[in-house]
Nanobody
Framework: QVQLVESGGGLVQPGGSLRLSCAAS????????MGWYRQAPGKERELVAA???????NYADSVKGRFSISRDNARNTMYLQMNSLKPEDTAVYYC????????WGQGTQVTVSS
């Protein structure tokens, strides 16, 4: 069983930055998908950013140019650097890994407000 633990959320003013981390409890092999998702109140969960084992990335149009996804295999950790945050980025952010099973983190709240 693999556990994913997110951290780094919080309250930030518009235009500010946050860095989210997703730490896996052990090395994960045969990863098919690694990504960050978010869910705002009253809305469906949506993909924010994803990264492949080869390092290719893709982003939701709403965050392109502002967010950056990365991973550190040695630390079994994935990151989401969020810059130029907007109030509409407010949501609970989740990390997700897919191998032969699907793993979700518990979520971390990001609130962008003045």
């Amino acid at each position: 069983q693999v556990q994913l633990v997110e951290s780094g959320g919080g309250l930030v003013q518009p235009g500010g930055s946050l860095r989210l981390s997703c730490a896996a409890s052990r090395s994960i092999f045969s990863i098919k998908h690694m990504g960050w998702y978010r869910q705002a109140p009253g809305k469906e969960r949506e993909l924010v950013a994803a990264i492949t084992l080869g390092g290719s990335t893709n982003y939701a149009d709403s965050v392109k140019g502002r967010f950056s996804i990365s991973r550190d295999n040695a630390r079994n950790t994935m990151y989401l650097q969020m810059n130029s945050l907007k109030p509409e980025d407010t949501a609970v952010y989740y990390c997700k890994y897919i191998t032969t099973m699907v793993y979700w983190g518990q979520g971390t709240q990001v609130t962008v407000s003045s």
